[in-house]
Structure formats: C-alpha cells, structure tokens
C-alpha cells in the first residue's frame, strides 16, 4: 500500500530502492567498459601517475582561484599574477598528459549527460530533457 509519498514501501526494506541501486551499480560497471570510460580511466591512472603533471594542474587551478576570487572582489590583478597564469597556462596546454585527459574528460561527461537525459526522459515519460 503507498504511503504518504505515494511510493509502495516493502515492510522488510524498500525493494525498490534496491533495485534501483543495483541497477545503478550494472550501469556504473557496463559505463567503465565503455570506450569513453576506459579512456577516462586511463587518463586519471596516468595522471595519478605523474607528479608533475598533477602538482602542474593543482598550481593552475589554484592561480585560476585566486585571480577568478581578485576578479569577484572587485581587486586589482597584479602583473606578476597574470605572468604566473599564462605561465602555468602554456605548460598546461603543452603537458600531453593533461590534455589527454581533458579530452577523455569530455567524452565522459557527453556520455554521462546522455545518460543522464535518457534516465530522466524515463522518469519522468516526457521526450526532452528538463533544464
């Protein structure tokens, strides 16, 4: 019998949610088998891999914080700030195993958004997306 949020509750635990969730868990392991996962996979492993190229991307994503937060305030940006960025900027762009992974960052994501869109059509028994 449903409750109060018109969802039919098993006395012992609720089964749906289970079976949700272990759906959920075959989705998860079929998108690591796809291309666009193992791809993605491959790129963290190799970023994991490399301290340089991780210590490299930690330092621009926090310089890209403090101008973005100088920006926000309303403070100036001094030269030597935007000198380091650019800096940080070109040795990101030229790392191989940065750039590999922003592309498999990509593809992941127009996968995920995919998936994401199809589950809610679902749901929800519309035919588009709501944004």
């Not at 079929?30 to 666009?36: E, K, L, N, Q, T």
């Not at 891999?49 to 973005?68: I, P």
């Not at 030229?94 to 994501?109: E, N, R």
């Amino acid at each position: 019998m449903p409750c109060c949020c018109g969802v039919k509750h098993d006395q012992e635990g609720d089964e749906t949610v289970d079976d949700i969730l272990d759906l959920a868990a075959r989705l998860g392991k079929r998108i690591a088998s796809d291309p666009r996962g193992e791809a993605m996979a491959r790129a963290r492993g190799a970023l994991d891999k490399s301290t340089a190229d991780r210590k490299l991307l930690e330092d621009y994503q926090s310089q890209q914080q403090k101008v973005h937060e100088l920006e926000v305030g309303g403070k100036p940006i001094e030269p030597e700030d935007k000198r380091r960025l650019a800096d940080l900027h070109g040795k990101v762009i030229s790392s191989q195993v940065i750039k590999d992974l922003l592309k498999a960052q990509m593809d992941y994501v127009e996968l995920m958004s995919q998936v994401s869109n199809r589950i809610e059509q679902e749901a929800v028994g519309g035919s588009a997306p709501i944004s």
